[in-house]
């Protein structure tokens, strides 16, 4: 059967999944890295080592299914959103990525404000600026490293620079473009006015299309590197909350996804570029024309437990930690963890928070470090789930999604906290679904993502219900969680 192909790639790790157009995943492929900290406040990661994780990965996807490189239709993608990608005159990397989770900008995004007012930078923008977006990343470096800034022809997102070396055409895509600081969220276009005042010259953006377009075709170079068949239709694709929308089959308002990656986001389809007047959450374009997506987003999502698996209590896997954490009450018996281990975006925004265990007493042990570590992660999302509230915007069902979305008791604080019953899709990689349904509609197989959702997104019938005594103890103790950063911000 003709399969589709989308390639995620994550900020730990890059899959390639092939799926079938009945959305089963009948090959997949994965190659993990790290974030690089050259200092404390900053992150980066090097894109050419991404490239040869995602070769890597392309080859095992190939190798686990004879034949399979001449049935994909065509390859889509999703990525982590926001980073900056730089090349030269001759299409060369200059320097590391600078991504999503560096914090090194916050003056730039002062200096920008000083010359377009915040307010009118928000009307055009729809979010707050904030550290590790492309653009105060990228006059980071034009203060910081004029001699790297004085070789830069063009800039890209992460996932840009990988489907440049699979198709070797430079562009972007509207959901993907729309996190980098410097877009029209309403015009659905650069904006050509903002970089013109901050003195960027408009040839260094790619051109940007709708995350369906046709990018170009797998070159042959590419071929010989990856297995992939010379030739194979290449879409846009787009940033990775906004494919795990389209993976979910929230091409509507709705449905809302609860994501724990590497990060955290809580997400909605709108019809509107609605935005929070008081630039708490983040407004981006959505994988589907003519729609947007509101996210409320956590910086030291699944991150946090992962630093306390790996750095702190040195366990081999998620499972072994996370049934420890399930002996546990509800409520960590008064222990709370503030996520913030790398600053927070909602609704502080504020990359010089910091992270906070509270209330720990001779009888807490281990296994409640892991469970308030995991509560702290959901309580921030709750924050987000109640700036939507009051927003007026309501989810049908609430789809848990992520690499959080394998863990029991990641979904069951997901339905205390959020009072709801908390729904999955039977795959667990949609980010790289929602990439390989851009591919689908991209090359005609299917009229419209309608029609794609339609036969490849399907839902568990496994649904984690609240459990009552446990949503009256979260509310409670969701009073102190939101105490902790205001009493500690001066601290931090
Ligand atoms: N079995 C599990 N139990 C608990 N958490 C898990 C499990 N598997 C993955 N996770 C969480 O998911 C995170 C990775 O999510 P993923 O979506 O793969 O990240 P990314 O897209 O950023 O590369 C981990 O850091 C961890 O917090
Ligand atoms: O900053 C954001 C979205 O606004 C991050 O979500 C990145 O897009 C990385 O996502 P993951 O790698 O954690 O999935």
């Known amino acids: 059967m003709e399969c589709f192909v989308g390639i995620d790639l994550g900020t730990s790790s890059v899959r390639a999944i092939a799926v079938n157009p009945k959305g089963r995943t009948v090959a997949a492929g994965q190659c993990e890295y790290d974030i690089l900290k050259p200092a404390l406040n900053?992150?980066?990661?090097?894109?050419?080592?991404?490239?040869?994780?995602?070769?890597?990965?392309?080859?095992?996807?190939?190798?686990?299914?004879?034949?399979?490189?001449?049935?994909?239709?065509?390859?889509?993608?999703?990525?982590?959103?926001?980073?900056?990608?730089?090349?030269?005159?001759?299409?060369?990397?200059?320097r590391n990525a600078i991504i999503w989770a560096d914090q090194r900008s916050g003056p730039q995004i002062e200096k920008i404000y000083r010359v377009i007012p915040r307010e009118q930078f928000g009307e055009i923008y729809c979010n707050k600026l904030s550290t590790g977006f492309l653009l105060p990343s990228l006059l980071w470096v034009r203060e910081h490293e004029p001699q790297n800034y004085e070789k830069v022809r063009k800039v890209l997102l992460p996932k840009d620079y990988i489907r440049y070396r699979i198709c070797g055409e430079l562009g972007t895509d509207a959901s993907d473009a729309s996190g980098t600081g410097m877009w029209d969220m309403k015009r659905r276009d650069w904006a050509y006015g903002l970089l013109e005042k901050l003195d960027i010259l408009r040839d260094m953006m790619t051109v940007s299309r709708e995350s369906y377009g046709q990018a170009g075709v797998v070159t042959k170079e590419c071929a010989r590197e990856t297995g992939l068949r010379a030739g194979t239709f290449v879409a846009y694709g787009g940033g990775d909350s906004l494919m795990m929308e389209l993976g979910n089959g929230m091409i509507r308002s709705g449905r809302m996804a609860s994501t724990i990656g590497t990060a955290c986001h809580l997400t909605c389809a709108l019809e509107k570029p609605l935005y929070d007047t008081k630039l708490r959450t983040n407004t981006w374009c959505h994988g589907e024309e003519g729609l947007w997506s509101i996210m409320g987003a956590h910086l030291s999502g699944g991150v946090a437990l992962k630093w306390l698996k790996n750095q702190i209590l040195g366990f081999k896997d998620f499972n072994t930690m996370t049934e420890e954490a399930e002996a546990v009450p509800a409520g960590s018996e008064g222990m709370l963890f503030l996520p913030y281990l790398n600053g927070e975006r909602t609704p502080h925004n504020d990359p010089d928070a910091r992270a906070v265990y509270l209330g720990m007493t001779l009888k807490h042990t281990r296994a409640h470090m892991i469970r308030s570590t995991m509560e702290g992660i959901v309580y921030s999302m709750k924050e987000s789930y109640a700036i939507f509230q009051s927003l007026g915007i309501r989810a049908q069902r609430m789809i848990a999604a992520g690499g959080g979305a394998n863990s029991r008791l990641f979904c069951q604080l997901q339905a205390d906290m959020y009072q709801c019953p908390i729904y999955r899709n039977q795959g667990n990689e949609q980010a790289g679904l929602g990439a390989a349904m851009t591919a689908a509609v991209g090359c005609g197989y299917f009229r419209n993502y309608e029609e794609a959702c339609e036969s490849m997104v399907h839902l568990s019938s496994q649904v984690t219900e609240p459990i009552s005594a446990n949503v009256k103890r979260y509310e409670e103790e969701f009073l102190r969680f939101k105490e902790i950063y205001h009493s500690n911000k001066r601290l931090f």
């Open 42 to 94: 900053q992150a980066e990661q090097d894109m050419e080592k991404l490239w040869q994780a995602a070769v890597l990965a392309i080859r095992q996807m190939l190798s686990a299914d004879k034949g399979l490189a001449d049935r994909i239709r065509g390859i889509g993608f999703s990525g982590q959103m926001h980073g900056l990608v730089m090349l030269d005159a001759e299409a060369r990397l200059i």
